[in-house]
């Protein structure tokens, strides 16, 4: 069941987090949607430009409204991730998308508030939502990258104003987290003063989490174990960081970074301990499963599981 993102913050807000999940394949849709209908929790279910042009965008979109027939209990939203304005009139005039973003952080302000409100005019005008960001996260989002010395934390100060003549509907904020399986490379961890004094100045606004992979130090392991060389230092966002962020008035968290380490994980440990075995669908299964398991662990870390109902009335 298609869901407006309006009415999925309204329910959660201050209360429960939606998990926002990057799919680029089919394993991936699967498992995010079975592990949804079990759940019984409400989702966003997210696409990046890198991804539409990998598998291509008519070809996402149809495996999503497939998911969609054969998990008919799930309820979820269909969003644009980190579009630019190309991207985002794009999906806005495919009809497949009830969701966008437009990320235009990296522009001055004055830029940044023009191209977010030419999206907003032309996404309400067919009754959907978008999300813009203020403020710029370090880190690497597919093929965007961002050097740690340009990261800039959100303005409180410029939120009410940015949002004033925008009218998005929620507001990416950087924070201290960042794109990638690198976070936190200061060791500070979520600016919580920033996010209160946002809350503050927006109360009941929604703001949305970029970045909120947990980055699993087991998962990194066991990837270099089986061949792998990826860093042991890299940190995500904690339990304890996301239960508290949420009451600040984070409703969607982004999560793209874990999927792809259960990804890498699966397919090294099949691939290095069966080295005779070329069929891509036993590591396939293997990876629906576990990714199945890791969102019905995240609903309930988020206190979504058991939250659709409340969206169906």
């Avoid at 949804?36 to 991804?51: N, R, S």
Wanted: proline letters at 3%; one cysteine or more.
């Amino acid at each position: 069941m298609l869901v407006s993102t309006k009415d999925i913050f309204k329910d959660c807000y201050g209360k429960y987090g939606i998990a926002a999940v990057n799919v680029w394949c089919m394993e991936q849709v699967h498992a995010l949607f079975r592990a949804a209908e079990k759940a019984d929790a409400p989702f966003i279910v997210q696409t990046t430009p890198v991804a539409r042009n990998y598998a291509n965008g008519d070809m996402l979109i149809s495996m999503i409204q497939s998911a969609a027939r054969i998990y008919p209990k799930a309820v979820f939203a269909i969003h644009l991730d980190h579009g630019n304005t190309e991207h985002a009139f794009d999906c806005i005039d495919s009809g497949a998308y009830n969701s966008v973003m437009i990320d235009a952080s990296h522009e001055p302000y004055k830029e940044n508030v023009a191209l977010t409100k030419a999206i907003v005019k032309k996404a309400h005008a067919k009754n959907i939502t978008v999300e813009a960001e203020l403020g710029v996260l370090s880190g690497i989002e597919d093929d965007l990258e961002v050097d740690e010395k340009h990261k800039k934390f959100t303005q409180p100060a410029e939120v009410e104003d940015f949002v004033t003549q925008t009218n998005c509907d929620s507001l990416a904020v950087a924070v201290g987290t960042s794109h990638g399986a690198y976070k936190f490379s200061g060791g500070k961890g979520l600016q919580f003063d920033i996010l209160k004094e946002i809350q503050e100045r927006l109360p009941g606004f929604p703001l949305v989490l970029h970045g909120g992979s947990a980055v699993n130090v087991e998962e990194i392991q066991r990837i270099n174990s089986a061949g792998g060389q990826l860093g042991t230092d890299a940190k995500g966002v904690s339990n304890k960081q996301l239960l508290k962020a949420i009451g600040y008035g984070v409703c969607k968290i982004n999560i793209a970074t874990d999927a792809r380490l259960i990804w890498t994980r699966v397919h090294r440990e099949f691939f290095n301990l069966s080295p005779a075995q070329f069929d891509p669908i036993i590591p396939g299964k293997t990876y629906m499963k576990a990714f199945e398991e890791f969102n019905l662990e995240k609903f309930d870390l988020l206190k979504a599981t058991g939250k659709a109902g409340n969206l169906r009335r």
